[in-house]
Nanobody, 126 residues
Framework: QMQLVESGGGSVAAGGNLRLSCAASGSVRNIYYMGWFRQVPGEAREWVAGIYIRGGVTIYADSVKGRFTVPPVNAQNILSLQMNSLKPEDTAMYYC???????????????????WGQGTQVTVSS
């Protein structure tokens, strides 16, 4: 079993920065991929960024490329999401997720992630 706990959300003005954290505990040695997703009420959960744990390769959605960064998971098994130059349209609940076998998704876009956190709210004001 694995637990994921997000933190670091909050309110920030447009152009500001935030750093989200996702603390993983449990069977972390078996993680293959971790991702960040976000969701606005009434809309589908959207993939934001991801990292393949062993090789450290990162991937980003076009909407955040060049502004968001996923550093390598640290020795404390914490996944971060550095968000710079935030825009009002980045406002959402942010979730981290982990999978033991492959890149994963939410909904019918592909394999659903094995584990999910409870989310942390990010609000960007204009």
């Amino acid at each position: 079993q694995m637990q994921l706990v997000e933190s670091g959300g909050g309110s920030v003005a447009a152009g500001g920065n935030l750093r989200l954290s996702c603390a993983a505990s449990g069977s972390v040695r078996n993680i293959y991929y971790m991702g960040w997703f976000r969701q606005v009420p009434g809309e589908a959960r959207e993939w934001v960024a991801g990292i393949y744990i062993r090789g450290g390769v990162t991937i980003y959605a076009d909407s955040v490329k060049g502004r968001f960064t996923v550093p390598p998971v640290n020795a404390q098994n914490i996944l971060s999401l550095q968000m710079n130059s935030l825009k009002p349209e980045d406002t959402a609940m942010y979730y981290c997720a982990a999978d033991l076998r492959s890149r994963c998704f939410f909904g019918d876009l592909g394999k659903t992630c094995d584990y999910w956190g409870q989310g942390t709210q990010v609000t960007v004001s204009s």
